[in-house]
């Protein structure tokens, strides 16, 4: 396997995979940043660290796993599947649907298999969810509230710009977390009423090399909506990049029978 974006999560991968999937090989690395490429190598003990081509031209990788920031998965995307990788792409997959569609198109017709973040759907936590609906535990759910709410990256993340350009925000960054959890609990989402907004369009930077500076933000920076899925169930959520405190519960299921409260999906 090779990483592609030697950033902050890419250490948590690496130090995961080294972790807990021994059968996997990591034989490189690449970034824009060739240093950062060769500092990742060194830190994870990674033989090859690469250009963003060399490493695309490289026969012994077989699967690429996309870390770059959001406004770079969907050009990023293509090149690894266009050099035949198989790819696992940081979330979010692309910011449209055309985008989601060309990229699935690309792929099935290089033959390759393609998987997205976020996998936490998979893991024992929204697993045992899926456990006690499945035996409902909780009788028939019909509401679900779910709700992500922090005063924004900039607050521990040494480099937050991508977070607030097109393609990226609450929406696309956290989004996928909650909606995920929502459709591999509930299934698919019928109906979306949605309204943005933004609390703050010049954010701080708190930490890093840019500690001091400000950012103006693309992208609005909170969502409120409501969602009805397929089976009839409302879900009240909402995505917020704006608020300092609350008490609003982060991932709840109700049922007739019972609550499942679940602490961050
Ligand atoms: N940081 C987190 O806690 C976290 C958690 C889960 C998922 N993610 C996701 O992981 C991805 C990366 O996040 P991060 O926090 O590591 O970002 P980061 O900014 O720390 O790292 C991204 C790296 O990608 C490199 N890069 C940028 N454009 C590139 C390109 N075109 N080709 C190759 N390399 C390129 C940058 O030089 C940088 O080193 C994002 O999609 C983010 O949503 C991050």
Not at 106 to 115: F, N, P, S
Not at 118 to 131: C, H, K, N, V
Not at 169 to 177: E, I, Q
Request: aromatic letters at 10%; glycine letters at 8%; hydrophobic letters at 45%.
């Amino acid at each position: 396997m090779g990483i592609l974006g030697a950033g902050v999560i890419s250490r948590t991968y690496l130090a995961d995979i080294k972790a807990f999937y021994q059968r996997l090989e990591i034989v490189a690395c690449a970034d824009i940043d060739v240093a950062l490429a060769q500092a990742l190598a060194q830190e994870f003990d990674i033989p090859k660290a690469y250009t963003v081509k060399e490493l695309l031209n490289d026969a012994e990788v077989e699967i690429v796993i996309n870390l770059t920031p959001p406004q770079f998965h969907v050009e990023t995307n293509r090149a690894i599947i266009a050099a035949g990788k198989h790819l696992f792409s940081e979330k979010p997959f692309a910011p449209s649907l055309k985008e989601t569609k060309e990229v699935l198109a690309l792929a099935a017709e290089k033959g390759v298999k393609i998987g997205c973040a976020p996998d936490t759907f998979l893991a024992s936590g929204l697993q045992s969810m899926r456990y006690y609906l499945d035996n409902q535990i909780i009788g028939k759910p019909f509401f679900v509230t779910a709700n992500m709410t922090t005063f924004g990256v900039e607050t521990w993340h040494p480099n937050p710009v991508a977070f607030y350009k097109k393609g990226s925000g609450p929406l696309f960054d956290m989004g996928p977390y909650y909606l995920s959890a929502l459709v591999a609990l509930l299934g698919p989402i019928e109906t979306v009423m949605a309204f943005d907004a933004t609390g703050k369009s010049t954010r701080h930077i708190y930490v890093g090399a840019n500690a001091g500076t400000e950012i103006e933000t693309e992208v609005p920076t909170h969502y409120s909506g409501i969602l009805k899925l397929k089976t009839g169930v409302v879900v009240s959520f909402n995505l917020s990049f704006d608020i300092y405190k609350s008490n609003l519960p982060m991932f709840e299921i109700y049922g007739d029978g019972g609550t499942l409260a679940y602490p961050d999906p």
